[in-house]
């Protein structure tokens, strides 16, 4: 008859989650006293392979009453542990030196495989070795080893393939920055000369400009700076212009038919200040757009302020123009 309430079967194991409370916490106690026996901090020498096997054999004894994922868990540490070790122990009998003699174990290997050499008789009665010229069955040694491996076997060659590129290392010669010799070159220098050149020239500029504005009245301030034939100039003009406005010796104003005036003026004295006479300043836009806008509205054909030569100015010995 079958069960009402079958134990479940998870991957052929039992999985009783109401097992013995008392059984389930012996299994937890041995298997933390294996743990013990088989932790990671172990040195390879302080066991050797007959105390692992019979730690293995006290595992899987305990693992056949294991139940539950917990103790399973405990299972899966101590065969972690156990596997860790032997892992080590392998690689410290490979650093042996009498522990594996390579001389030997090819001796044997050719001896295995019918490459055995023979013994003579000397005529003083000892025996020389005499080797025969035989073909090794390697077809031996390998079914030999076919019997302790399920890989398939496949062909390689024992010593690497046949040819060998082998990659030479390019070497990176750096070579060392050679500095370019090319004509250095630095600021220059200017000499307080060269200041107060430069500064005698604009001022020499401002007082002519003064002066034509004096012999011309108020006059639209287009008509007065603009060269048609010049932007340049015609920027240099309207710099000039501005220190005379700023000094207080130039009027600007906007008559009630929009067009912007400039006139001579008497400087505020001091008295004008104290009554509440105050500088103002204004920032004016003028690009070439704005120049050449001018004198289409203005119709200027002729410009007012005589055309200046180009300036050559010497700075640290060198002319510019």
């Known amino acids: 008859m079958a069960s009402l309430n079958p134990k479940p079967i998870v991957d052929g194991l039992p999985y009783d989650p109401e097992q013995d409370v008392q059984e389930k916490r012996d299994l937890r106690k041995k298997y933390r006293q294996l743990e013990k026996l088989t932790a990671e901090h172990l040195r390879p020498q302080d066991l050797d392979a007959e105390a692992l096997v019979r730690q293995i054999a006290q595992a899987d004894e305990l693992f056949s009453k294991v139940k539950n994922p917990t103790e399973a868990t405990l299972d899966s540490t101590v065969l972690r542990n156990v596997s860790s070790i032997s892992a080590q122990m392998a690689r410290a009998m490979k650093l042996g030196s009498g522990a594996f003699d390579m001389d030997d174990f090819v001796n044997k290997l050719i001896s295995f495989m019918g490459g055995r050499q023979c013994l003579e008789d000397n005529e003083d009665g000892s025996e020389i070795e005499v080797e025969e010229e035989t073909t090794l069955d390697w077809d031996k040694i390998g079914r030999k080893a076919l019997a302790k491996s399920r890989r398939v076997p496949v062909t390689h060659f024992m010593l690497g393939p046949l040819f060998i590129e082998q990659k030479k290392r390019s070497q990176v010669k750096r070579q060392k920055e050679e500095k370019v010799q090319e004509e250095e070159r630095r600021p220059q220098e200017i000499k307080e000369e060269d200041i107060q050149r430069s500064d005698n020239e604009t001022t020499k500029n401002v007082l002519i400009i003064k002066d034509m504005l004096e012999s011309t009245g108020p006059i639209n301030l287009f008509k007065f700076i603009i060269n048609p034939n010049d932007f340049a100039?015609?920027?240099?003009?309207?710099?000039?212009?501005?220190?005379?406005?700023?000094?207080?010796?130039?009027?600007?104003?906007?008559?009630?038919?929009?067009?912007?005036m400039i006139m001579l003026c008497e400087p505020p004295t001091m008295e004008d200040r104290l009554q509440g006479v105050q500088r103002q300043q204004i920032v004016m836009e003028?690009?070439?757009?704005?120049?050449?806008?001018?004198?289409?509205?203005?119709?200027?054909?002729?410009?007012?302020?005589?055309?200046?030569?180009?300036?050559r100015t010497q700075l640290g010995g060198k002319w510019y123009g």
């Open 233 to 260: 100039q015609s920027v240099e003009n309207l710099f000039y212009v501005s220190f005379l406005i700023r000094d207080g010796e130039c009027a600007f104003e906007i008559t009630e038919e929009g067009d912007p």
């Open 286 to 311: 003028f690009d070439m757009a704005t120049w050449k806008r001018a004198i289409e509205i203005w119709n200027i054909t002729s410009s007012t302020i005589p055309q200046r030569p180009p300036v």
